[in-house]
Nanobody
Framework: QVQLVESGGGLVQAGGSLRLSCAAS????????MGWFRQAPGKEREFVAA????????YYADSVKGRFTISRDNAKNTAYLQMNSLKPEDTYVYYC????????????????????WGQGTQVTVSS
């Protein structure tokens, strides 16, 4: 069983930056694809970014492309989401997720493809 713990959320002004971290334990982190999703109250969880187990492939939602960067450090069992040029519409609870499934670029944005989820961290961007 994999446990995921997010950190790094908070309140930031528009145009600012935050770096979210997702620390994993209880599994072989280097074998999992990792994803970031976000969700607002009463709305569906939406894809933000994903990274393959090796870090060699990354994927982004159009809404964050060029502003957010996903990365991972397999030696530290941690995935990251660097968020720059934040906008008020980036205000969500952000979740990290892990998938043990073989690499398949068709599914990285599908939240059903991920087996393990963190508890979420709130990001609030003020205007």
């Amino acid at each position: 069983q994999v446990q995921l713990v997010e950190s790094g959320g908070g309140l930031v002004q528009a145009g600012g930056s935050l770096r979210l971290s997702c620390a994993a334990s209880g599994g072989t982190f280097s074998s999992y694809a990792m994803g970031w999703f976000r969700q607002a109250p009463g709305k569906e969880r939406e894809f933000v970014a994903a990274i393959s187990w090796s870090g060699g492939s990354t994927y982004y939602a159009d809404s964050v492309k060029g502003r957010f960067t996903i990365s991972r450090d397999n030696a530290k069992n941690t995935a990251y989401l660097q968020m720059n040029s934040l906008k008020p519409e980036d205000t969500y609870v952000y979740y990290c997720a892990a998938s043990p499934r073989p690499h398949d670029s068709r599914y990285y944005s599908d939240y059903g493809w991920y087996d393990y989820w963190g508890q979420g961290t709130q990001v609030t961007v003020s205007s």
